[in-house]
């Protein structure tokens, strides 16, 4: 009976002794989410957020004190595309996609902030937002050049200010042969934007 109930104590003991360094390990892995997340925030990169949705208010971009961030964006995965086709421009009504809505152009819309520690007493600072945006068609990469990413957006935004929103156009060039489209339809396209702001000295 006593050996029994030593037994029983180890056990007792190993499995608190587990659960506690179970604890441990996921209060140290938020403890660290969060260390990288402020230290993102304020001096690094900054945060990514889904995109989609007209207003742009459903997610964005937020460029910290390194003043440019990498972003990408899979068009398969936008509220706003889904249920949706693209083909390319001149093909919709000669286009058939299973009850899917036949699309010649894919429209997103990314409200972008630039947020860091206000040391300017007040005083509005500006810089000039630069975006480049290269399109790659995954399983397809060598016809990536078919696809256009017009992108509208304003020249300057405001530092700590409203976020701007920027407006993604996608559209695609006609593949020169019917083995070229066989090769592209249903595949993912995703944009990869490079955000950058220049400042004015």
Known sequence: MIRIRKEDDKRRRFLAYCIFLLILLVL????IFYLMLFSDMYGGKGLINKPGGSSGNSGGVVIGEAKSIDTI???NELDTLEDKALVPVGYKDLSFSNGREIVEKA???VAVSWKEKDDNHGITKEGRLNIISTAIIEGAVEY????????IAP???????DPVIVKFIVTLTE???EA???SIVGKNIRILNAYNIGINN
């Open 155 to 161: 020249e300057t935004i405001t530092l700590n200010g």
């Open 180 to 182: 070229d489209y066989t």
């Open 144 to 151: 990536s050049n078919l696809v256009n990413v017009e992108i």
């Open 28 to 31: 140290l892995a938020f403890v």
């Open 175 to 177: 593949p020169p042969a």
């Open 107 to 109: 429209e997103f819309t």
């Open 73 to 75: 964006i899979d068009l």
